[in-house]
């Protein structure tokens, strides 16, 4: 028999969930699925663009457009993926607002550097913030969807590195110099 956390008159959802479940599953998971990919899947083209470039600028708008064009289609396939009727995940348009705007933060987080005019200051900064943004999700994902801290900043840091990486040497192939 399943372990009982919750007292017996906590109000349910119709699929039985309660309130911090549908949190769960309806805001933060979500908005941490929009975030991780923001995070990850903005660092290769944004450090491939700053080191082929060498331009803060040129860099921090291909942030900006990576950023914005994933929250988009993010937010799109969250939103078509599943109404929400059978999972109890709430409505689809809402979560795809939500995970537009976790992916949006991820990317721009990193980003924001790039305003500076310094390529190497921008660079450092932009490099401490991808490792506090992805601390930062390992530390969501233990303390909201109960995985171990261990195994998912290994998880999250060894997924972020490898696509950090990645971007860096397709950059500096690519500068041909």
């Known amino acids: ?32 699925l929009g975030l991780m990919d923001g995070s990850v899947s903005t660092l290769a083209p944004l450090f491939a663009a700053a080191e082929l470039t060498g331009s803060t600028h040129d860099a921090f708008y291909v942030g900006l457009a990576a950023s914005v064009g994933a929250g988009i289609s993010m937010g799109l396939a969250e939103a078509l993926s599943d109404d929400g009727k059978i999972s109890g995940r709430g409505n689809p348009w809402t979560r795809g607002a939500i995970t537009a705007l976790g992916t949006i933060i991820g990317g721009m987080g990193h980003t924001l550097p790039f305003l500076l ?39 999250v840091i060894g997924g972020g590195g490898i696509v950090f990486v990645i971007g860096l040497l397709l950059g500096r192939l690519g500068g041909g110099e």
């Open 1 to 32: 028999m399943p372990e009982q956390t919750q007292g017996a008159d906590e109000a349910r959802t119709p699929l039985g969930h309660t309130a911090d479940q549908a949190r769960v599953l309806q805001v933060v998971q979500p908005f941490l």
């Open 117 to 155: 005019t310094d390529l190497r200051t921008a660079l450092l900064l932009a490099y401490v913030i991808v490792v506090l943004e992805l601390v930062a999700i390992a530390w969501i994902r233990y303390r909201y969807m109960q995985s171990p801290l261990g195994k998912t900043i290994l998880q």
